[in-house]
């Protein structure tokens, strides 16, 4: 790798080994690059015009590499066992939900540049209708619009003028890379009681939270047929949710 590397540099008038390692780092933490974030930008361009390069430094580690040129973003997601540790209930289905949001407005034509626009609001109204939950109090959403605006899944806006209370965000091409395709089947396994618990254990929920702190990366969400919950890919050192405009 370190071979192939260095005949890229010696080609190129550009670019130089830090420049590589500093984009490998950056996709490592971020999860997911988008060419038109402006902190984004010249990485997406390095990676993008190297794909073999990273596809193939990424596959020696057991990761995934994803390169969508249309949608002008591209991505890791882990392999194997890594793809199956344990989110919270609310989490996963909160998942689940900004996917659904996510494919209606596309068959109502209603994405722009791939992004579908939408609220808290919004996303807390479909939760109760689908899921038929206690909707998560106003901290825990901002919790949970912080977490996956970390991950690349969705860009935050400001809240709302005249109700600061519902956060207006839109939400990414990138969640149909972690979500599922039967997400409405998801759904009702996981709301259905006589199968599933509504929280994880103490003992898990500790270990989640000290995951957290650490920092994670999403995966793919799908079923754990072991112990009946959502599952999803996480890995360490992610950064601070960082509010900017591309």
Not at 93 to 110: A, D, S, T
Not at 120 to 142: H, I, M, Q, V, Y
Request: aromatic share 8%; charged share 30%.
């Amino acid at each position: 790798m370190l071979n192939d590397l260095q005949k890229i540099i010696s080609r190129s008038e550009k670019y130089q080994e830090e420049d590589f390692v500093n984009a490998a780092n950056m996709l490592m933490v971020n999860q997911f690059i988008h060419s038109d974030k402006r902190s984004h930008r010249e990485v997406y361009f390095l990676i993008s015009s190297h794909v073999d390069y990273f596809r193939n430094l990424f596959a020696a580690i057991g990761w995934s590499f994803i390169y969508q040129p249309d949608e002008a973003y591209l991505g890791i997601l882990p392999l194997g066992h890594e793809r199956n540790l344990k989110l919270k209930l609310d989490e996963s289905l909160i998942l689940l939900c900004m996917r659904q949001m996510y494919e209606h407005k596309l068959e109502n034509f209603e994405i722009d540049s791939g992004r579908a626009f939408t609220s808290s609001d919004e996303l807390l109204a479909l939760f109760e209708t689908l899921t038929g939950k206690d909707l998560p109090n106003e901290t825990r959403t901002k919790e949970l619009i912080s977490l996956f605006s970390r991950h690349g899944l969705i860009e935050r806006g400001k809240p709302e003028e005249g109700n600061p209370k519902n956060i207006l965000f839109s939400i990414l091409p990138t969640i149909r890379q972690v979500v599922v395709e039967d997400y409405i089947k998801q759904i009702e396994l996981l709301c259905d009681v006589d199968n599933n618990r509504d929280a994880l254990t103490e003992e898990e929920e500790a270990i989640e939270d000290a995951e957290q702190e650490q920092g994670q990366v999403i995966g793919t969400v799908q079923d754990d047929d072991n112990s009946n919950q959502q599952t999803s890919t996480m890995t360490d050192d992610v950064m601070e949710d960082q509010n900017e405009t591309a």
